[in-house]
């Protein structure tokens, strides 16, 4: 609770100043003519909460959709590491084969965390939340990622590719023709494995329609500016409403009612602001925010996995969260 209301603690101070105006407009000016009636603020709120919740609905799917499309890859890939096991007697070509999805592996996520200019993750809350963890595709370069998994040439054709997961499964499929041709491979096999680079295509495809197809920025742009409205329009609407509490309260409150305006606009501005701050951190699920699917833990356990399918007992170490938090 103490983190998310640090988080939040800039649109707070705006709505303090937001709070404070309409009251010192009412109580020290005297222009009381300008509240604003309780029903014209009431439907803004109810439009405002039905903008707010069709966002914060679809964005949810956003990120449901990204969990899903990475618990696929997960199941793929296990059973991508048991093929290239048992279809091949050749321990070298079992290896070939697995080092190179796990570079398809990495090519993906560090393409799904590069940035696009309708991410939030540069916005100074979220920018100021990275202290509070790791982004590991944000310490290494992928050069150096795929430098242990490719072979020189392999690696000089990957980084040189505009589209480097698709590059990694092209050359996946043109060995698997070569061992099809040297009969290393029978046809059932080949046939079946190559049902699993579709597959492989599939899911890249829609990670990359996910990462690259923003909210829609009509949506987003017009539940700004209802949310913002209507915490500028809703101190002028209960202000007079607290006003005549003067009437009902004995001393030391009496005379200063308006006041209690500030804490209680806040309070309810900060319910709406907040509920749209977060729908705006969920909705790109792989930009490298403290809401992201964890991409790099599941690259890494995977690294893990298809590493002991091949009998290696050198093994990577389990990334660990960071202050509970873990990408």
């Known amino acids: 609770m103490s983190e998310f209301l640090v988080w939040t603690r800039r649109n707070t101070y705006i ?35 039905f903008t707010v919740g069709f966002k914060n609905t679809q964005t949810y799917n956003r990120a449901a959709e990204g969990a899903r499309l990475w618990t696929d890859i997960l199941s793929l890939s296990r059973f991508w590491g048991t093929i290239s096991v048992d279809f ?3 321990s070298e070509q079992s ?97 079946a494995m190559q049902q699993m680079m579709k597959d492989f295509y599939a899911v890249q495809g829609k990670c990359e329609q996910l990462k690259d197809s923003p909210y829609p920025r009509q949506y987003a742009v017009i539940n700004n500016i209802f949310v913002w409205t209507f915490c500028f329009m809703l101190p002028f609407g209960i202000v007079h409403d607290f006003d005549l509490l003067n009437q009902v309260v004995d001393a030391p409150l009496r005379g200063y009612m308006a006041w209690v305006t500030i804490p209680f606009s806040m309070l309810i501005s900060w319910m709406y602001i907040s509920l749209e701050q977060v729908g705006e951190s969920t909705e790109n699920p792989f930009e490298g925010s403290a809401n992201d699917v964890p991409i790099s833990q599941i690259s890494q356990q995977l690294n893990i996995e298809l590493r002991e399918m091949l009998g290696e007992r050198e093994l990577p170490e389990d990334l660990q969260p960071y202050n509970n938090i873990i990408l």
């Open 95 to 191: 290896k070939e084969l697995i080092y190179r999805h796990i570079a398809w592996l990495t090519a993906l996520r560090y393409y799904l965390r590069e940035d696009r200019v309708w991410e939030s993750n540069e916005k100074s809350h979220n920018k100021e939340y990275q202290q509070f963890f790791n982004i590991p595709e944000r310490v290494q370069s992928v050069e150096t990622q795929l430098k242990e998994l490719l072979s020189t040439h392999e690696l000089e054709l990957v980084l040189r590719s505009r589209n480097r997961m698709g590059k990694i499964l092209a050359l996946q499929s043109k060995t698997l023709k070569s061992l099809t041709d040297r009969a290393e491979l029978a046809a059932p096999q080949y046939a």
């Open 15 to 49: 709505l303090f100043f937001l709070g404070l105006f309409p009251v010192i407009i009412h109580e020290i000016w005297g222009l009381k003519w300008l509240n604003v009636p309780w029903p014209v603020v009431a439907l803004l709120g109810t439009a405002t909460a």
């Open 88 to 90: 091949l007697n050749n």
